[in-house]
């Protein structure tokens, strides 16, 4: 049947249903019909859009870690520790990972696992002293290019 809808294809399909259906989601589901990442259809699951707060976090967390490079660039060499530039990546992407988790948004493993990375890069550096600025830039780059080929970030 090609021209049917399936029981998930239109939010605001979703959002004028009759309650009889809507007691037979499963019980991961929330209310809020937009905070579920994937949804059920006919063909498997699919993706949902994000929200535009949604959407905006993730930008702003970007901008946050493109703005940690910047003001390193305008910075005389040796005003801050070198441990600061990787910690403070770690505060903005733990940080907004945290906030995203307590507003029932989906955050992505490489949003948490480049926090980690980073936190592991700051206390290294606290330690040695060493500087670990370019793995830092790297680890930040790939944060954000992958964000864009996943769409999750």
Do not use: C, H
Not at 4 to 30: I, Q, W
């Amino acid at each position: 049947m090609a021209g049917r809808r399936s029981y998930y294809d239109d939010d605001r399909y979703d959002r004028r249903r009759s309650g009889s259906r809507s007691r037979s989601r499963s019980s991961r589901s929330r209310s809020g019909g937009d905070r579920d990442y994937y949804r059920r259809s006919s063909g498997g699951y699919k993706r949902r859009r994000k929200s535009d707060r949604e959407a905006r976090i993730e930008r702003t967390t970007w901008l946050l870690l493109v703005g940690v490079f910047a003001v390193l660039y305008f910075l005389p060499d040796s005003t801050i520790p070198n441990w600061m530039v990787p910690g403070a990546g770690a505060l903005i992407l733990i940080g907004s990972g945290v906030y995203q988790y307590g507003e029932r948004y989906r955050v992505s493993p490489i949003t948490w696992l480049a926090g980690a990375v980073m936190a592991i890069f700051a206390y290294y550096s606290f330690q040695s002293g060493a500087n670990m600025i370019p793995f830092t830039l790297f680890t930040f780059a790939a944060v954000i290019v992958l964000g864009i080929i996943t769409g999750e970030t």
